[in-house]
Nanobody, 120 residues
Framework: QLQLVESGGGLVQSGGSLSVSCRYS????????MGWFRQAPGKEREEVAC???????YYMESVEGRFTISRDEAKSTVDLYMNNLKPEDTAMYYC??????????????WGRGTQVTVSS
């Protein structure tokens, strides 16, 4: 059974940096893209970044150049490094496993989320 557990996040001032990490288990290597989504209060959940099983990375436009997603198969982790954070990045961040090896859309499994708060 695929399981995802997030850690990290927290409170940071605008312009600062944070990282969130997701440890996964029960995944078959090469079968799932892994990614990060976020949901702010009153808004829909949105896909922030995705790392395919083949090593390609994709980002939503508003975080391009500021966020970096990485995946370590040896450690079974997928991390999101966030720089130059803005108040609009404030949200609950969720780790997710994509239904296919190359896309994170329509995830099959979600973590419980970790809060990221950016103060102005």
């Amino acid at each position: 059974q695929l399981q995802l557990v997030e850690s990290g996040g927290g409170l940071v001032q605008s312009g600062g940096s944070l990282s969130v990490s997701c440890r996964y288990s029960g995944i078959t290597l090469g079968y799932h893209a892994m990614g990060w989504f976020r949901q702010a209060p009153g808004k829909e959940r949105e896909e922030v970044a995705c790392r395919s099983a083949t090593g390609n990375s994709y980002y939503m436009e508003s975080v391009e150049g500021r966020f970096t997603i990485s995946r370590d198969e040896a450690k079974s982790t997928v991390d999101l490094y966030m720089n130059n954070l803005k108040p609009e990045d404030t949200a609950m961040y969720y780790c997710a496993a994509g239904a296919t090896y190359d896309k994170c859309s329509d995830p099959t499994t979600w973590g419980r989320g970790t809060q990221v708060t950016v103060s102005s």
